[in-house]
């Protein structure tokens, strides 16, 4: 089975401040997405990684992706109040089964 | 677009009820899938449906649980008897195409959050 696993699971940071949530999975796959989801809300998604070595950014947010290793980065410059949520990775396996992690819920705080 | 719609938004249930929640995906997407989504963790699939037939539905328990997809387009799960262990968020996506080589993200309802009491 699958397992997917994010750290931290939680994280407080002050305004302006940099930081990288970590997101490994235990199977191969090429295929990667983040989502974001605010409280009682849905989930929204920001990143589609395809292959490795694949690099998104949008804003203060960068994702990479690394087959090899397995493991996926979302990193945080400068952070602001507004990106005060929960991020999730979800691996893609076989093309069409989606695997979440089990969420970073992050704190901005001013 | 109009997005992903799912009915109702809420719903309060005792033990041993039933319970159904809608789900109208996308357009033309093909595949649809329904999560449940526990407070504090993340999504897990129950079912995924590729037009009106059934993909994966390893994680759905078959004792309780159960879900179609009419004609392709709207999907019902259903709950038949519901445990205190379902309060949970179910969540109905959809994407273009879940075939293989096919990399579409998945398109997220706003959820029905069930609380069974």
């Known amino acids: 089975e699958l397992k997917v696993e994010q750290n931290p699971l939680f994280l407080s940071m ?7 949530i970590y997101c490994n999975y235990s199977t191969t796959s090429d295929r990667l997405y983040w989502y974001r989801q605010d409280p009682g809300k849905s989930l929204e998604s920001l990143f589609v990684l395809l292959s490795n070595g694949a690099v998104k950014q949008e804003g203060r947010l960068m994702a990479s992706l690394d087959t090899k290793a397995r493991l996926s980065t979302l ?3 400068a952070a602001v109040h507004d990106l005060s949520a929960t991020y999730f990775c979800a691996v893609d396996l ?6 979440f992690g089990t969420g970073t819920s992050l704190t901005v705080i001013p | 677009e109009a ?3 799912q009915s109702p938004r809420y719903k309060i249930i005792e033990k041993r009820q039933s319970v159904a929640f809608w789900c ?8 649809l899938y329904w999560y449940q989504q526990i407070l504090g963790q993340g999504p897990k699939l129950l079912i995924q449906f590729q037009n009106n037939g059934v993909v994966d539905d390893s994680q759905l328990p078959k004792d309780r649980f159960s879900a179609e997809r009419l004609k392709g387009v709207d999907s019902t799960l259903k709950i038949q008897p519901a445990k205190l262990e379902d309060s949970a968020v179910y969540l109905c996506a959809s994407s273009l195409d879940g075939r293989q080589g096919m990399r579409a993200p998945l398109h997220f309802g706003n959820g029905t959050r069930l609380t069974v009491t």
Request: net charge positive.
């Open chain 1, 94 to 99: 076989r093309g069409y089964q989606f695997y």
């Open chain 1, 75 to 77: 990193h945080i410059t």
């Open chain 2, 24 to 31: 109208n995906p996308i357009s033309g997407h093909a595949t």
């Open chain 2, 3 to 5: 997005g992903v719609a």
């Open chain 1, 14 to 20: 002050q305004e302006g401040k940099n930081y990288t």
